[in-house]
């Protein structure tokens, strides 16, 4: 769930140095890739290291960006997070990961590998900057003075050959720590081929009401335990979940009400019990609304739906979080209605600090939308009815398993004493495990689940 979020300033793709191609050609020979590099953090111990690359091609022929890798050497103390701070390229295309030296060195034991997604180098073209950080998970300061890729004095773009770049799977540039060549590791496939090959849930949320024995024995909680999110005090009423027909079919329906008082709000949730979601594709079918079913307007609602993994500590770097969340009459400092997608790293409440990164849109969602979210390959991205609305990653891509979500639940109260209440509903919930699904193909699936009567059905594995 959305708090008050970091505003990162991204600035645009600048196109001039790199030629999008459909096709990208073959690597030859006659290509020639050479690095420069720089860091804005210089000093011997640090909080988070900063190696900026530009890549440079010398040779005559194109070179496809997803073929390339660079690889920054450093000895480690712990886990690290990569992120992007900002790249000419654009960050959505940068990926970073951090992989162990079968035989370290006293200047190294991993390195972090940077690659991309997609792009083509045009000859006699540089990328144009990549400016990357990496961090420890816990935020405290390491030493990487005695690290093989760092050079404190590079603070301007120049040649640097202790970092490496590998064309499709080639050395072609630079000397890796301990001088030798290390073997290429075989990467991570995420599965993209046969419909809910490692596992699928699907629910129609064909239930008589809350206390429904089918709910808890399929995985599901309706909510009844207080806290947070939202107004303190406030009730989350297992009789405000319910299943009714609607708009030709049955669907969960969370109605969340307000007398103006803590005492007097009731907020609702369904969350699977097991937590147990992590990489591949969701996808509900969301009804939100811009007024109330009764009483007068004007609350600072949240319609949502999510995924979440608990935060154990202040600052978890195990926590995440993905969220669809529409705000019909704003909150948070925004005056109207807004959706907003967030992807979240960790937090703590008191004093506040948050490290996560989102994506809005002020318009009205009011009516049914398909919202699917696609965990893969490091990216997170968004969808809206099939467009892609967000797309996120570096250190905000979750780590660890979730739980799935759906709440309504108020930001603060707006006075009066007169009932209001706000209505959420779901049509449906799915979940492919290990699988990139198109968002164009979800409602065929579902179609199909339904076609052949299957109102529920879980193979998700616990991990």
Known sequence: MRRTPWKTVLALALPLLLAAVALAPPATAAQSLRLQYRTSSTAAVTAQAEPWFKLVNDGAAPVPLAQVKIRYYFRGETAYRFA?????????????????????VPAADRYLEVGFTSGTLAPGADTGDLQLRFHRTDWQNFTQSDDHSFGASRTVYGDWDRVTV???????WGTPAGGGAEPTPTPTVTPTGEPGGQGVLFDDFSYTGPSDPRLAQRGWTVRSSAGGPGIPGATWSPAAVTFPSAD?????????????TGA?????????AARKFHEGTYAARVKFSDAPVSGPDGEHVVQTFFTITPLRQDMDPDYGELDFEYLPNGGWGEPGNILYATSWETYQADP????NVHTEERASFAGWHDLVVQVS??????????????????EHYPETPMWIMFNQWFIDLQGGSARRTYRQQVDWVYHSRNEVVPPADVPSRVGALRAASTAFTDTVPNP
């Open 248 to 260: 030709g079919g049955q669907v969960l329906q969370l109605d969340s009400s307000t007398d103006g």
């Open 352 to 355: 506040w600090q948050a490290v």
């Open 84 to 104: 992007c701070s900002w790249a000419v390229v654009g960050c959505s295309t940068v990926t970073g990961r951090f992989v162990p030296l079968a035989d370290p």
């Open 166 to 172: 590998h064309l499709d799977g080639r050395l072609v």
């Open 264 to 272: 007097g709000t009731v907020h609702t949730e369904l969350s699977t």
């Open 377 to 394: 390959g490091g990216r997170i991205r968004y969808y809206v009815d099939g467009r892609l609305f967000a797309d996120h990653g570096g």
